[in-house]
């Protein structure tokens, strides 16, 4: 595959978890992800084979997109460090853009839903040991002594992606219900 077409791709892949995240993976349409890429569907077609191969591959480009952008900032010197580290750099993604939002959306669902394929398994057992080095990096590097404090590391992560996306998905919830609220009542007016 040439770079142009591993580029399409990538827009394909951004384009679609938008979509996915907006719309869900069931209503979201592929002549929808082909006009918002700005390609035509024999192209998608030319590039994936189904909606479903780029759900799929839409799931592992979030695992791989959250491992780098978020542990690329962590760098903890002890444990409520790296707490506080987490809860903060998963914040900022969120407030970003919508695409960290939809990514973060995908990334639960992948982590927490059905395992589809080989390939997205292999994805997430290789999320899973990268992020358990970056544990053990840790545990060494503070030297810790109990080995329950790498499954606290474990919790502790987990925890604050979700306290942090459900806190941002109510906020962003609330804002759209009263921006839909306020545009309804110009309507009736």
Request: charged share 30%; aromatic share 16%; hydrophobic share 35%.
């Amino acid at each position: 595959m040439n770079q142009n077409e591993e580029q399409e791709k990538r827009k394909i892949l951004r384009n679609s978890i938008l979509l996915f995240s907006k719309k869900g993976y069931e209503k979201t349409r592929v002549n929808e992800i082909s006009q918002s890429t700005h390609i035509s569907v024999a192209t998608f077609y030319e590039l994936f084979s189904s909606k479903r191969e780029v759900y799929e591959n839409a799931k592992i480009y979030a695992i791989n997109y959250v491992n780098k952008e978020l542990w690329s900032y962590i760098k903890p010197k002890n444990l409520s460090d790296m707490y506080t580290q987490i809860q903060k750099r998963v914040k900022n993604m969120l407030e970003e853009n919508d695409f960290n939002y939809a990514i973060f959306d995908l990334y639960m669902e992948t982590l927490f839903g059905e395992i589809t394929s080989d390939e997205l398994a292999k994805s997430i057992e290789n999320h899973e040991r990268y992020k358990r080095g970056k544990y053990v990096d840790f545990y060494e590097a503070m030297n810790l002594k109990k080995s329950y404090e790498l499954l606290l590391l474990d919790t502790f992560y987990l925890c604050n992606i979700f306290a942090e996306f459900n806190e941002f998905h109510a906020q962003k919830k609330k804002y759209y219900y009263s921006k839909e609220m306020s545009e309804n009542s110009l309507l009736t007016q």
